[in-house]
């Protein structure tokens, strides 16, 4: 039982550039969620789904997009990355939204 | 929109002793849920301990337990016989109770984290 596995676990990417995080989670969730985490500021809702085929957005969205087209991943991607996206992402997953989120270990990003 | 307010940055304490992290929440909602998460230096978010709002008990999880003053709106956390692996960022986060929304899920709300250090 993997739990919530992110990949990359690191990438440094040039401005403009794109890519994509995945998240794969194997405890049959049906929510999922990525959140940025910046020094000083805790974890904030970047974009999250309900359930396969459903996205919608958190607090922070501009800049990025996402997809679920099955239940156990949800990939985040930067279409053309920019400096300010540095930080480090999480995906997460829970049964239901008030149930115990389940965070992976995290994907370090840095845009030069 | 509610906020979470974690007023202290850091805060170190000897092994062994007893800790107490601050964590204050402004909304005007009722029902709601509150977490402290932990997040030690391999970055893994760890939940320690959960509290619903319409519970008056506070909630204990073996060494950590939570001071819960809903009037105050505070949510403090107290780690007992602390232990070096207890170094790391303790974050306090809300969560909204209300009914489900179509195509919609109720958020977390994080606080800024505490860095707690345990020193031999």
């Known amino acids: 039982n993997a739990g919530v596995t992110q990949t990359p676990k690191f990438r440094v990417l040039k401005t403009g550039q794109s890519m994509t995080l995945l998240c794969a989670q194997d405890m049959n969730h049906e929510y999922m969620y990525w959140y940025r985490q910046d020094p000083g500021m805790g974890l904030r809702l970047i974009h999250y789904s309900v359930g396969e085929g459903t996205t919608a957005k958190g607090e922070v969205p501009d800049g990025y997009n996402v997809s679920r087209l099955k239940k156990q991943n949800f990939l985040l991607g930067l279409e053309s990355a920019a400096p300010s996206q540095t930080s480090v992402y999480f995906c997460?997953?829970?049964?239901?939204?008030?149930?115990?989120?389940?965070f992976g270990p995290g994907t370090r990003l840095t845009v030069t | 929109a509610q906020t979470v307010t974690q007023s202290q940055p850091e805060m170190s304490v000897q092994e062994a002793e007893t800790v107490t992290l601050s964590c204050t929440y402004d909304t005007s909602e009722n029902n709601y849920y509150l977490f402290w998460y932990k997040q030690p230096p391999s970055r893994q978010m760890i939940l320690v301990i959960r509290?619903?709002?319409?519970?008056?008990q506070n909630a204990t999880e073996n060494r950590f337990s939570v001071n819960f003053q809903k009037a105050a709106k505070s949510f403090s956390l107290k780690i007992s016989d602390s232990q070096l692996g207890d170094t790391a960022m303790y974050f306090c986060a809300f969560m909204k109770h209300g009914p489900p929304i179509i195509q919609g899920a109720q958020k977390l709300v994080f606080g800024q984290g505490t860095r707690l250090t345990i020193n031999p």
């Open positions: 997460a997953s829970s049964m239901r939204d008030y149930y115990e989120q389940y």
């Open positions: 509290q619903e709002a319409y519970k008056q």
